[in-house]
């Protein structure tokens, strides 16, 4: 009571809040590193696939004129012959030149009716000037000598002022045959061939006679 008069009341009452509880928030931070390694694909070679082919034999077909109807050799000799070209003046003709073609190179050619050059297969005779007015139907008969270090060349054509006197003649073939080399591989490969032919026919054989003697060996003892 006595505490009431003296100006001490009760104390009063305090309320507190009730404290929340602390909410602690922890951040996971997730890094996620994705990693890729690509290689730079390589580009493609091409493929080169080789072919080797088989050599056939090759024709070739060649024309030879024939000259003999205004050529001829006169004489022969050891290196050298005496030829004759005929000619016939079909018109006037004033300056001749009659070139000629041989099958081999000739060394000299020499005519005492024609001034001459030329060289090798291929040879001109020209008019001189007591001989080169020729009239209608005149004969020239062309006298010269081949001197030659090889083989006996012949004449395979004849131009008199640019026109063709030889005919053509029946074409001749020449066959080239194949190389040595390929008939070898292609004996080889028969008789590769054969020789694994036989192999398998001795093997079966032998499998035959293999049989053969089991058979035997298991049937006799049954018999006796």
């Known amino acids: 009571m006595e505490a009431l008069f003296c100006g001490y009341g009760p104390k009063p009452t305090t309320t507190e809040a009730p404290t929340q509880p602390t909410q602690q928030t922890t951040n996971r931070e997730t890094t996620t590193t994705a990693e890729s390694s690509t290689q730079p694909s390589q580009p493609t070679q091409p493929t080169q696939q080789t072919t080797t082919s088989k050599p056939s034999p090759t024709t070739t077909t060649a024309t030879e004129n024939d000259c003999s109807a205004i050529f001829s050799i006169e004489s022969e000799d050891v290196g050298s012959w005496h030829g004759l070209v005929t000619l016939t003046a079909e018109t006037h003709v004033q300056g001749w030149e009659v070139k000629m073609t041989f099958t081999e190179r000739i060394d000299n050619l020499e005519s005492p009716l024609a001034v001459v050059s030329g060289g090798g297969k291929q040879w001109t005779l020209s008019s001189k000037s007591f001989d080169d007015d020729l009239e209608v139907g005149t004969v020239l008969e062309l006298r010269f000598e081949v001197y030659y270090s090889r083989n006996s060349p012949d004449v395979i054509n004849i131009e008199f002022n640019g026109d063709e006197l030889c005919e053509e003649g029946p074409p001749s073939s020449t066959t080239t045959q194949m190389p ?15 020789t694994s032919l036989c192999l398998r026919i001795l093997w079966v054989g032998n499998l035959c006679l293999a049989l053969t003697t089991l058979l035997i060996t298991c049937k006799l003892p049954s018999e006796l």
């Open 180 to 194: 040595t080399l390929w008939r070898v591989r292609i004996l080889v490969a028969g008789m590769g061939s054969l």
